[in-house]
């Protein structure tokens, strides 16, 4: 099983490196990795977990920011790490912190002037909305369809920093020339959702957040495994964000049975929150 694991990551890194090249990819910072194995322990202990997250003020402002948003609404203000960790519990727990690493990565490695903020502004819109609809219509997957949707295209800012000539097609996507994972196919035969999955093998993510993040397919024929994610991902679409919103509130409404009034609530109340766990992302 080792053998294979190992494998598998040589196979994704060689990969990697077809795509980009030997610039130097985006790493998670050695404290947030021993959280993470912490917590994924079958001796985890919360309370070392805790003190693990507390010695990194960057990861500790995210976590409290995260756990205050719209998506968790805890009846009281969450003001410290170890209460924190004690709400989000051991499952939640690995995936917020593995979403909160990478998004730090991701976020260190950004090209000058692309608009980071934009970027974490609608993931979190995406991973908000992917939270409250979790609650229901898959609460059981709540936190683990909150981390696909925020990483869902956590490997475009990468290829705008380390792939030349990516940005033309970046620019053709914002201009409506297509669909983006299909002008990316086109133009180099993988998309962003095909690296990010080569990116979570190098960061041995779980490969249940890899399938969610790049799972093909539309919800709307009841073919996916994730449709929560495979939903919101609409709100990453270019546009206006009320007629996105309109567009996605009409899909979720079809897919889950929801009346459009609830479901352009859900939306709603996660676009309030975007902003504020944006800024703790980027």
């Given at each position: ?16 490196r077809?795509v980009?090249?030997t610039?130097e990819l ?8 021993t959280a993470?194995e912490q917590v ?6 919360l309370r070392?977990?805790a003190e693990?997250?507390?010695?990194d003020?960057g990861l500790?402002?995210r ?5 205050n ?11 410290g790490?170890?209460q ?6 051991r499952n ?21 002037g ?5 970027f974490?502004?609608v993931a ?5 909305a992917a939270?409250?609809?979790s609650?229901r219509?898959d609460r ?12 869902e295209d956590i ?16 620019h053709?996507?914002r201009?409506g020339a297509?669909?983006l994972?299909?002008?990316e196919?086109q133009?180099?035969g ?9 990116l979570?093998?190098?960061w041995?993510?779980?490969e ?5 993040v790049t799972e ?7 073919a996916?495994?994730?449709?929560v994610?495979r939903?919101?991902s ?8 009320n007629?996105v919103?309109?567009t996605?509130a009409t ?5 889950f049975?929801?009346?459009e009034?609830?479901?352009?609530a ?13 800024d703790?992302?980027?």
């Amino acid at each position: 099983m080792l053998k294979m694991k190992r494998a598998k990551e040589k196979s994704a890194g060689g990969d990697l490196r077809r795509v980009l090249g030997t610039v130097e990819l985006p790493t998670i910072p050695a404290l947030v990795t021993t959280a993470i194995e912490q917590v994924s322990s079958p001796d985890c202990d919360l309370r070392q977990v805790a003190e693990t997250v507390g010695r990194d003020p960057g990861l500790s402002a995210r976590l409290l920011t995260t756990v205050n948003s719209a998506a968790y609404a805890p009846r009281n203000p969450i003001v410290g790490v170890a209460q924190a960790v004690t709400m989000f519990g051991r499952n939640h727990l690995e995936s917020m912190l593995i979403s909160l690493a990478a998004s730090r990565a991701v976020s260190d490695s950004a090209a000058p002037g692309f608009d980071l903020n934009r970027f974490w502004t609608v993931a979190a819109w995406r991973a908000s909305a992917a939270a409250i609809l979790s609650k229901r219509v898959d609460r059981p997957r709540a936190s683990e369809n909150f981390s696909a949707a925020l990483l869902e295209d956590i490997a475009v800012p990468i290829l705008a920093s380390k792939k030349p000539g990516y940005s033309k097609v970046l620019h053709s996507w914002r201009d409506g020339a297509g669909n983006l994972a299909d002008l990316e196919h086109q133009e180099y035969g993988w998309t962003h959702k095909t690296v990010a999955g080569w990116l979570f093998d190098e960061w041995a993510f779980p490969e249940s957040l890899k399938e969610a993040v790049t799972e093909e397919g539309r919800p709307e024929d009841g073919a996916v495994v994730y449709p929560v994610v495979r939903v919101v991902s609409s709100l990453s679409e270019p546009g206006e964000p009320n007629d996105v919103a309109d567009t996605t509130a009409t899909r979720i409404a079809a897919v889950f049975g929801l009346p459009e009034d609830a479901a352009a609530a859900v939306l709603q109340a996660a676009r309030s929150d975007a902003a504020t766990l944006a800024d703790s992302l980027s």
